[in-house]
């Protein structure tokens, strides 16, 4: 799972090209206009190889950290049904991150470092899982909207320009493709269910909403000028773009099912043909981005953990001391 | 042949495969490595499918609907041995017991495909497949990690000395074990443990690991007659917590 709104790093276009061979730079450009796909061992500039690390590991990150708020869910999942889809779903999503991480360490980074950096919060991940999930009904509103966010964004990536982003990326869309009927199905039970888990339901509505609204990232008119990552297909479509292609695909299904969307003024201009809404509070994203979210903390804390529980694991399978057995005649 | 003897069986295995399922899929987005991480929740699939399948045999033997026997139970009517309900610890316990529970499970559906109750030996038969890729999975971790450094080795020593009087506890024997076996319905658990003991120790004999002694005293039998750790029943209320809301609601 995986929203837009990468953190690009600042782009000092004039700087960061100067060093580039302008023969090799305009061979690169022409292969991507021609709709080839970079593979690892091609030339590609450095400016390209650092944002797609930045924005694979974040991609990475993410799932493995996204793996959380629904993983505590699944020794509470009610029915044999809901466990056994939730432990797949939620495996998943770490075998996604197995599959990004590989494909970032393609660019030269290794695992273990970008593990690090998440760790001491120097790369950042999906600004939605540093929200909590209170209750069932919130990991199903995860399964269900915050996959299907991910889709949007991930099948718009998943037309770029470096082929193992691509292809891991196709593969991870098949799955969440599943991902987003479990939690369809889910919501659906609970929304057609009895007086409480209508309850539990809208309640977990109201809450995920101005988090899936963020999930996008800021309005374009916002954003970091991407012009140049846009050309390289590093970044296949705009926030905006991605949050109105959401909203039209889902918000009729949310009202089908007689649940209610936490924004009055969500509509949509039938001249305009796009959809207009309260803008969420940017304030609020800044501020959980930069570490100060709901969760962060708890989040960062439970990486940081299972990787110093599991460190001895990872050194005796990476430095074996190979010991002979002592024969036993 | 006695039904109560064969209910008890399948509540037996059901209720190992149930609460082991579980533990193992604390490891969810924590495991000492991604590929470990998967791994753990593909056991923990594979052993909640397979008390399903069980559960799914008990009801249709007259026993309660799956959903309802797995969450609507106290910790005293289940039938699971104590070793698979203790906390999931660190890995190194996680994969000890790992270990020694699945050699026992491929032991045990390898017998109980040749049972004389049809339905049994067809349900083993197909989980004897899927339990394989367990025992294997358990092999290389031991293989590698009992031969590694030297905190790896002592760190599976002292989870093994922990768990292997729990593991012995699997083969605590059942009220109508002989009816079992006269029937043909199951080798037996004395049977079986010798089978697994043997299987295991070949393991451990390519490690640096070695099996501890355990006096009869010391085995931790009662699992089977509902006699538990304080472990179940905190599981057992997590794991029931949502369903209780409203057993009667669908979810």
């Known amino acids: ?329 | 042949m006695n039904q109560l003897a064969i209910k008890e069986l399948l509540y037996k295995i059901a209720d190992d495969q149930l609460i082991l399922g579980h533990r193992n899929s604390e490891w969810t987005g924590v495991g000492p490595t991604l590929e470990e991480d998967i791994a753990f929740s593909s056991m923990a699939q594979d052993k909640v499918g397979q008390s399903l399948a069980f559960y799914k045999l008990l009801h249709n033997m007259g026993e309660n609907d799956p959903d309802t026997v797995a969450f609507m139970r106290n910790a005293e009517q289940f039938h699971n041995c104590q070793l698979v309900e203790l906390p999931s610890g660190e890995y190194d316990f996680s994969l000890i017991r790992h270990f020694l529970f699945d050699f026992a499970e491929s032991a045990r559906f390898r017998r109980l495909s040749e049972s004389s109750v049809k339905d049994i030996a067809d349900v083993a038969n197909k989980l004897k497949g899927e339990i394989k890729y367990h025992t294997m999975h358990a092999n290389i971790w031991i293989k590698k990690l009992g031969n590694a450094t030297d905190e790896s080795i002592e760190r599976l020593q002292s989870a093994l000395n922990y768990a292997f009087p729990y593991a012995l506890g699997i083969f605590e024997k059942s009220p109508f074990e002989t009816d079992l076996i006269e029937n043909g319905v199951f080798v037996g658990e004395a049977q079986l443990q010798e089978e697994w003991l043997e299987e295991v120790q070949n393991v451990i004999n390519q490690t640096q690991l070695i099996l501890p002694t355990v006096t009869d005293e010391e085995i931790k039998y009662g699992g089977r007659i509902g006699k538990h750790t304080n472990h179940l029943q905190p599981l057992l209320t997590e794991m029931s917590e949502v369903f209780k809301i409203d057993p009667t609601a669908e979810w």
């Not at chain 1, 600042?10 to 730079?25: T, Y």
């Not at chain 1, 939690?183 to 057609?192: A, Q, R």
């Not at chain 1, 969500?266 to 309260?278: A, C, I």
């Not at chain 1, 050194?315 to 190979?322: D, G, L």
């Open chain 1, 1 to 329: 799972m995986y929203g837009g709104g990468n953190s690009f790093e600042h782009l000092d276009l004039d700087r960061s090209l100067e060093n580039e061979d302008p023969q090799l730079l305009a061979e690169f450009e022409a292969r991507i206009a021609r709709g080839e796909k970079i593979e690892p061992s091609d030339w590609m500039p450095a400016l390209y190889r650092k944002q797609l690390i930045r924005m694979i590991e974040q991609h990475a990150h993410s799932e493995i950290i996204g793996a959380l708020p629904e993983g505590t869910w699944i020794t509470r999942a009610p029915g044999f049904k809901r466990k056994m889809a939730l432990m797949a779903k939620v495996q998943d999503e770490v075998g996604h991150a197995q599959l990004l991480y590989a494909a970032a360490e393609t660019l030269g980074k290794p695992r273990e470092k970008m593990i690090e950096d998440l760790i001491n919060g120097k790369s950042k991940y999906s600004n939605i899982f540093n929200y909590p999930a209170y209750t069932w009904a919130d990991s199903t509103v995860i399964s269900w909207l915050v996959d299907a966010g991910a889709i949007v964004n991930q099948l718009a990536n998943s037309k770029g320009s470096y082929g193992p982003y691509c292809r891991a990326l196709d593969r991870i869309c098949a799955e969440e493709a599943f991902h987003l009927k479990y939690g369809h199905h889910s919501v659906i039970h609970l929304s057609t269910g009895s007086a409480k888990q209508r309850e539990m339901v809208q309640a977990a509505l109201n809450r995920w909403w101005t988090p899936l609204m963020h999930f996008f990232g800021p309005p374009d008119k916002m954003s970091t000028h991407t012009e140049i990552l846009t050309r390289w297909k590093v970044k296949m479509s705009t926030n905006d773009e991605n949050r109105q292609q959401f909203l039209d695909m889902y918000v009729p299904k949310i009202w089908d099912l007689g649940l209610t969307i936490p924004d009055p003024n969500l509509k949509k201009n039938e001249t305009t043909e796009k959809w207009e809404y309260t803008e969420p509070d940017w304030e609020e994203f800044k501020r959980v981005i930069n570490g100060d979210g709901p969760c962060n903390k708890e989040r960062l804390a439970v990486r940081r953990r299972a990787e110093e529980r599991g460190a001895w694991v990872r050194k005796a399978i990476m430095k074996p001391v190979e010991k002979p057995v002592t024969p036993l005649a």
